[in-house]
């Protein structure tokens, strides 16, 4: 008797990529079989991402190959561009089902693709129970917010997701409890907004507190946050961040402009100055802080002086690496019928210059921290050896030494950067990580 197997595709970002990973974590434990390509599958689940129309091609291309990998797979599609975007479930067929909704821990996905194993015989008695770890990935996800009600004029993601919700503070330490039980190294904390954590749960507790509960529980794993807005970040989040030896020195602000007249138009409640404050702050307590941004090119009304505007807050605050994408107009949302768009070739221009000025910034951040000794979680083996990231978000290889995915190492940076990743060494014999 063959197991239901399962593929599970995911567009976009992490919260996404930790609803699939919760589904084929609840499949596992089902008996489910999680394959890796929509070729071995009887099932495709495609999770999809309608941030921008980048996103929203490549969920239409993965439910595209799923149902171009074999006349017999059935495929389910869910997630935001679903629930957002009216109709894109339809018009694929009928091996398509979509599930709209933002269905927090995908339950009515794995109902449905329990159900449609429903035709085939089955012998109840066995093939049951878990068939080991989910696919890929030492470092764990962990979604504790959902949904979003800040109204940034470009984001789609509201509509697609509701309004924020939060996971209780105790089923968090079980979650990331059951995750460092596992052997995993590190537990990313994720969410919608994820600084929004706590603002629907009685007192309104504030994301320090949750780190600060869940890296007092870590060791000898540690924890990250991903994406945090500017205006979530406060001082007790920095001290957490910068100063708690089970959390990693990251932060990553999206800035999306520097001009203070389109992040007024973008909906953003801060401004440049506002921005570098923070990251002031942040640096005053941590001088090897890894922090990341992101930068929206190209929104309604800017002009030169407005991505000039952005240079210069890039400028000033030393990034350590920066993510920048071209504004992508979404249905439904105000920007969408905004005026005053920069020609496609300005855009591109922009973001060139501005991705550009973001490998110059992470060449001086992997620079800065040559000879330094960073904790490493592995997470696997490349061409060059074991290979991971560092607790400030670099990510390296290991040269001369053996290290199994998952665990950590004290290792000391090098300066050659070969594929991306930046040389180490194992740090045996030092004494201490430098913090
Ligand atoms: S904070 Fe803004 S960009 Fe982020 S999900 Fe909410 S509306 Fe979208």
């Known amino acids: 008797m063959t197991r239901l197997r399962v593929a599970i595709a995911t567009v976009g970002c992490r919260a996404n990529q930790a609803d699939s990973a919760s589904l084929a974590r609840s499949l596992g434990a089902d008996g489910v079989e999680i394959v890796s390509s929509f070729v071995d599958a009887d099932v495709a689940v495609v999770n999809t991402c309608c941030v921008t129309a980048e996103a929203e091609r490549d969920s239409r291309k993965a439910v595209r190959r799923a149902l171009g990998a074999s006349p017999a797979t059935r495929v389910v599609v869910t997630g935001c561009a679903v629930t957002a975007l009216a109709g894109f479930g339809e018009g694929f067929g009928p091996r398509v089902r979509?599930?709209?909704?933002?269905?927090?821990?995908?339950?009515?996905?794995?109902?449905?693709?329990?159900?449609?194993?429903?035709?085939?015989?089955?012998?109840?008695?066995?093939?049951?129970?878990?068939?080991?770890?989910?696919?890929?990935?030492?470092?764990?996800?962990?979604?504790?917010?959902?949904?979003?009600?800040?109204?940034?004029?470009?984001?789609?993601?509201?509509?697609?997701?509701?309004?924020?919700?939060?996971?209780?503070?105790?089923?968090?330490?079980?979650?990331?409890?059951?995750?460092?039980?596992?052997?995993?190294?590190?537990?990313?904390?994720?969410?919608?907004?994820?600084?929004?954590?706590?603002?629907?749960?009685?007192?309104?507790?504030?994301?320090?507190?949750?780190?600060?509960?869940?890296?007092?529980?870590?060791?000898?794993?540690?924890?990250?946050?991903?994406?945090?807005?500017?205006?979530?970040?406060?001082?007790?989040?920095?001290?957490?961040?910068?100063?708690?030896?089970?959390?990693?020195?990251?932060?990553?602000?999206?800035?999306?402009?520097?001009?203070?007249?389109?992040?007024?138009?973008?909906?953003?409640?801060?401004?440049?100055?506002g921005f570098l404050g923070i990251v002031e702050r942040a640096r005053a307590r941590r001088a090897d802080l890894a922090l990341g941004t992101d930068v929206l090119l190209g929104f309604p009304g800017e002009d030169g002086a407005a991505f000039a505007d952005t240079l210069a807050v890039l400028k000033d605050a030393h990034p350590s690496y920066v993510h920048a994408f071209g504004f992508s107009p979404r249905p439904g949302t105000r920007a969408c019928s905004m005026f005053g768009r920069p020609s496609r070739d300005e855009v591109r221009e922009r973001v060139r210059e501005t991705r550009l000025f973001g490998d110059h910034a992470r060449a001086a951040f992997f620079a800065a921290q040559g000879g330094a000794v960073r904790e490493v979680a592995i997470e696997g083996r490349g061409a060059s050896g074991p290979r991971g990231l560092t607790d400030n978000f670099i990510p390296v290889f290991l040269r001369g030494e053996e290290a199994a995915p998952g665990s950590l190492v004290r290792a000391r940076l090098g300066t050659a950067v070969v594929g991306g990743r930046l040389e180490a060494e194992p740090a045996l014999r030092d004494t201490g990580l430098s913090r």
């Open 98 to 273: 979509a599930i709209a909704g933002t269905d927090t821990d995908m339950t009515r996905v794995a109902a449905l693709v329990g159900a449609l194993e429903g035709g085939r015989d089955r012998d109840a008695g066995q093939a049951r129970g878990p068939v080991g770890r989910p696919l890929g990935r030492e470092r764990a996800l962990l979604k504790v917010q959902t949904g979003c009600s800040h109204g940034c004029t470009y984001c789609v993601v509201p509509a697609a997701r509701g309004e924020e919700r939060s996971m209780p503070l105790g089923e968090a330490v079980e979650r990331a409890a059951a995750l460092f039980g596992e052997g995993r190294p590190e537990v990313v904390l994720t969410g919608v907004q994820l600084g929004a954590w706590g603002c629907d749960l009685p007192g309104s507790p504030r994301l320090a507190s949750l780190v600060a509960a869940l890296a007092d529980r870590a060791a000898p794993g540690r924890v990250r946050l991903s994406s945090i807005e500017p205006w979530s970040v406060d001082d007790a989040l920095l001290d957490v961040v910068t100063g708690h030896d089970r959390v990693c020195p990251h932060l990553h602000l999206p800035l999306q402009s520097g001009s203070d007249r389109v992040l007024a138009a973008m909906g953003r409640t801060y401004d440049g100055r």
